[in-house]
């Protein structure tokens, strides 16, 4: 292990006082003139965790009154620990919704400020003063579209008076030389275009790291020259109104270090993409609020769309390489929640502007796609259980990376616990004796639990008249909700199945990289669909035929798991259909503001309008 690793997980590297602008002064000085009282946000720490503990508590032992009938046995045992290790997620998604939901009831508007109290500090009209760079890594992606939403937002940046303030960096780390020509090409064009405000492209020759390794590799180089940077994916697409009220928000407040906004997605004609953005947009809106209102100055990080003040960020959150040669060590896959919390290791504040703005992501366009995705995401989640140990956490950074990894072990658990209970109902000794009203108000609550999100996010839109109007009236809102619903329904035990192996195979070596995520396409091919989802249909069948022949009844309990994994490839195909995606359009299911006002980037294809009824 090298001395940089040692003082890392020691939490011994941290920014040098030269760097921090006076961090031991300005944050608590500015902190008590404007932020809630310490006192305060330890409150609502403390409430929030009563909550938590008393919801996972009574979930647990209604659990356990119901397999407890007829006596606990090992099967029993192994499906409460299951069941036990999805509850943290579930409850902590409940309240950070309602408490979401009930602060933008409260507030309104206002809501944001009140969990981002230095949204106060600013009018909108302060000067920029700042050099703040504007970062996109690229690997492999297509360079037309990711360019040109680049381009679109130097020309509004220019707009505004402001935009010799940013300079723009493409930070290449392609491999394939059709990409590579095509992104030199691009850039060229872009420099005879605007040659006064063009942007700075550097390609590396190795992956190094994967995009922390790029973004590093830029700070060596350049990061002395900014005070900011912002950092954009690929699919990202950002307004200038939102980028520059960020900046003059860090501009007012030293002691934030990352201020993260949320990002939604982009209009899309694709079934599958608007179904899931619709119900993800939901669900995020009033979690993030509520997780704000606890989680605080200790915030979250998604990995792009944020503004980063660079010294700290350059002096603390460089992550180094896990030692060891299995699928958890090597280069740091999830970068994003890791570098939040060493940002507030080293002294610094994360915030999360907890509204929506012009800040917005591609979704994944089919089922495969994203399953990919989380795959990735899952084995960089569980490299955490390798940081849990680093020095100088803040708890509640430190409680951020459990619940991160907790989030992938849940998926397994859920399985695995109905993979026991259908064992368990072969056993009519054992099933017997359970009351049918337990079972199904146990079942009942922890659906409407693990709902609320959306449910809430819903109830935030319908309550709104002016937000109501926005997505398109309180009828196609009601009716998209409900197809949405029905539709992650559909999904969810696919994507948990096909988690679950992926765990399973972590543990004997298997591992992924980091390659270019499919961001478009016509369809989704049943053969791809075949090769990414026939695990889920065998154990699909394995399951009908063993519950069929040692338990037919409970063949209708479990048809809403067996169901979607013996149905897993058409549904991955029919949600990609032509057919499909054109009837979404033409009724404006799933329409999101943005497909409503029709408001188009022509140099953004990705968001051309959505035809709506």
């Given at each position: 292990?090298?001395?940089f690793?040692?003082?890392?997980?020691?939490?011994?590297?941290?920014?040098?006082a030269?760097?921090?602008l006076?961090a031991?002064?300005?944050?608590?000085?500015i902190?008590?003139?404007?932020?809630?009282?310490r006192?305060?946000?330890?409150?609502?720490?403390?409430?929030?965790?009563?909550?938590?503990v008393?919801?996972?508590?009574?979930?647990f032992?209604?659990?356990?009154?119901?397999?407890?009938?007829?006596?606990?046995?090992?099967?029993?045992?192994?499906?409460?620990?299951?069941y036990?290790?999805?509850?943290?997620?579930?409850?902590?998604?409940?309240?950070?919704?309602?408490?979401?939901f009930?602060?933008?009831?409260?507030?309104g508007e206002?809501?944001?400020?009140?969990?981002?109290?230095?949204?106060?500090?600013?009018s909108?009209?302060?000067?920029?003063?700042?050099r703040i760079?504007?970062?996109?890594p690229?690997?492999?992606?297509?360079?037309?579209?990711?360019?040109?939403?680049?381009?679109?937002?130097?020309?509004?940046?220019?707009?505004?008076?402001?935009g010799?303030?940013f300079?723009f960096?493409?930070?290449?780390?392609?491999?394939?030389?059709?990409?590579?020509?095509?992104?030199?090409?691009g850039?060229?064009?872009?420099?005879?275009?605007?040659?006064?405000?063009?942007?700075?492209?550097?390609?590396r020759?190795?992956?190094?790291?994967y995009?922390?390794?790029?973004?590093?590799?830029?700070?060596?180089r350049?990061?002395?020259?900014?005070?900011?940077?912002?950092?954009?994916d690929?699919?990202?697409l950002?307004?200038?109104?939102?980028?520059?009220?960020?900046?003059?928000v860090?501009?007012?407040?030293p002691?934030?270090?990352?201020?993260?906004?949320?990002?939604?997605?982009?209009?899309?004609?694709i079934?599958?993409?608007?179904?899931?953005?619709?119900?993800?947009?939901?669900?995020?809106r009033?979690?993030?609020l509520?997780?704000?209102?606890?989680?605080?100055?200790?915030?979250?990080n998604?990995?792009?769309?944020?503004?980063?003040?660079?010294?700290?960020?350059?002096?603390?959150?460089?992550l180094?390489?896990?030692?060891?040669?299995?699928?958890?060590?090597?280069?740091?896959l999830s970068?994003?929640?890791?570098?939040?919390?060493l940002?507030?290791?080293?002294?610094?504040?994360?915030r999360v502007?907890?509204?929506?703005?012009?800040?917005?992501?591609e979704?994944?366009?089919?089922?495969?796609?994203?399953?990919?995705r989380?795959?990735?995401?899952?084995n960089?989640?569980?490299?955490?259980?390798?940081?849990?140990?680093?020095?100088?956490?803040?708890p509640?950074?430190?409680?951020?990376?459990?619940l991160?990894?907790?989030?992938?072990?849940a998926?397994?658990a859920?399985i695995a616990?109905?993979?026991?209970?259908?064992?368990l109902?072969?056993?009519?000794n054992?099933?017997?004796?359970v009351?049918?009203?337990?079972?199904?108000?146990l079942?009942a609550?922890v659906m409407?639990?693990?709902?609320?999100?959306?449910?809430?996010?819903?109830?935030?839109?319908l309550?709104d008249?002016?937000?109501?109007?926005?997505?398109?009236?309180?009828?196609r809102?009601?009716?998209?909700?409900?197809?949405?619903?029905?539709?992650?329904?559909?999904?969810?035990?696919i994507?948990?199945?096909?988690?679950?192996?992926?765990?399973?195979?972590?543990?004997?070596?298997?591992?992924?990289?980091?390659?270019?995520?499919?961001?478009?396409?016509?369809?989704?091919?049943?053969?791809?669909?075949a090769?990414?989802f026939?695990?889920?249909?065998?154990?699909g069948a394995?399951?009908?035929l063993?519950?069929?022949?040692t338990?037919?009844w409970?063949?209708?309990?479990?048809?809403?798991?067996i169901?979607?994994?013996?149905l897993?490839?058409?549904?991955?195909?029919?949600?990609?259909?032509?057919?499909?995606?054109?009837w979404?359009l033409?009724?404006?299911?799933?329409?999101?503001?943005?497909?409503?006002?029709?408001?188009?980037?022509?140099?953004?294809?990705?968001?051309?309008?959505?035809k709506?009824?």
């Amino acid at each position: 292990m090298t001395h940089f690793q040692k003082d890392f997980l020691n939490g011994q590297h941290v920014v040098p006082a030269a760097e921090t602008l006076s961090a031991a002064s300005f944050p608590t000085a500015i902190h008590s003139a404007t932020d809630a009282p310490r006192h305060i946000i330890r409150w609502r720490r403390q409430v929030f965790l009563l909550l938590n503990v008393a919801t996972i508590a009574a979930l647990f032992f209604a659990m356990a009154f119901i397999l407890s009938y007829g006596g606990l046995i090992w099967v029993e045992v192994l499906m409460l620990g299951a069941y036990g290790l999805t509850l943290p997620w579930l409850s902590i998604g409940f309240w950070n919704s309602v408490i979401g939901f009930a602060l933008s009831r409260k507030h309104g508007e206002r809501a944001a400020r009140v969990v981002l109290p230095a949204l106060d500090r600013i009018s909108g009209n302060e000067p920029i003063t700042s050099r703040i760079a504007i970062v996109m890594p690229l690997r492999n992606e297509n360079p037309s579209t990711s360019l040109a939403r680049l381009q679109a937002l130097q020309k509004e940046l220019q707009g505004t008076g402001w935009g010799e303030k940013f300079d723009f960096h493409v930070l290449s780390d392609s491999d394939r030389d059709e990409i590579i020509q095509r992104e030199e090409v691009g850039i060229a064009a872009w420099h005879h275009a605007v040659p006064y405000a063009s942007p700075i492209y550097h390609r590396r020759v190795r992956n190094t790291g994967y995009k922390a390794g790029n973004i590093a590799e830029f700070l060596e180089r350049s990061g002395n020259q900014y005070d900011f940077f912002l950092t954009l994916d690929a699919d990202s697409l950002m307004g200038a109104d939102t980028v520059l009220r960020l900046v003059r928000v860090m501009q007012v407040s030293p002691e934030i270090g990352l201020l993260q906004s949320l990002i939604t997605g982009l209009p899309a004609r694709i079934f599958f993409t608007r179904a899931f953005q619709f119900g993800m947009r939901q669900g995020m809106r009033s979690y993030t609020l509520g997780s704000a209102w606890w989680q605080a100055d200790c915030g979250p990080n998604w990995g792009h769309n944020a503004l980063i003040r660079t010294a700290p960020f350059h002096a603390s959150c460089m992550l180094p390489t896990l030692p060891g040669h299995g699928p958890l060590s090597g280069d740091i896959l999830s970068h994003d929640q890791l570098e939040a919390c060493l940002m507030r290791r080293a002294g610094y504040q994360v915030r999360v502007l907890a509204e929506e703005s012009e800040s917005h992501e591609e979704n994944p366009p089919s089922l495969a796609d994203f399953m990919r995705r989380e795959l990735r995401w899952c084995n960089g989640n569980l490299q955490y259980l390798r940081l849990l140990g680093l020095g100088g956490l803040q708890p509640v950074s430190r409680v951020q990376l459990l619940l991160a990894i907790q989030m992938y072990l849940a998926a397994p658990a859920w399985i695995a616990f109905i993979g026991l209970g259908a064992w368990l109902a072969a056993q009519s000794n054992q099933m017997g004796d359970v009351p049918l009203w337990a079972g199904l108000a146990l079942f009942a609550v922890v659906m409407t639990m693990n709902l609320m999100p959306k449910l809430m996010g819903l109830g935030q839109v319908l309550c709104d008249p002016k937000q109501s109007a926005a997505w398109g009236g309180r009828t196609r809102v009601v009716l998209s909700g409900l197809c949405e619903i029905v539709f992650s329904m559909l999904i969810a035990p696919i994507v948990a199945f096909g988690l679950t192996l992926f765990a399973i195979g972590l543990s004997f070596g298997r591992r992924v990289g980091w390659e270019a995520q499919q961001r478009s396409r016509a369809v989704l091919r049943w053969s791809e669909a075949a090769t990414v989802f026939w695990p889920q249909t065998l154990a699909g069948a394995v399951l009908t035929l063993w519950l069929y022949l040692t338990a037919p009844w409970a063949l209708v309990f479990g048809a809403g798991i067996i169901a979607p994994l013996l149905l897993a490839i058409p549904i991955a195909v029919v949600s990609t259909l032509p057919s499909l995606n054109a009837w979404s359009l033409r009724l404006g299911l799933f329409d999101i503001p943005e497909d409503r006002r029709r408001t188009v980037a022509p140099e953004c294809p990705s968001r051309s309008p959505a035809k709506v009824a």
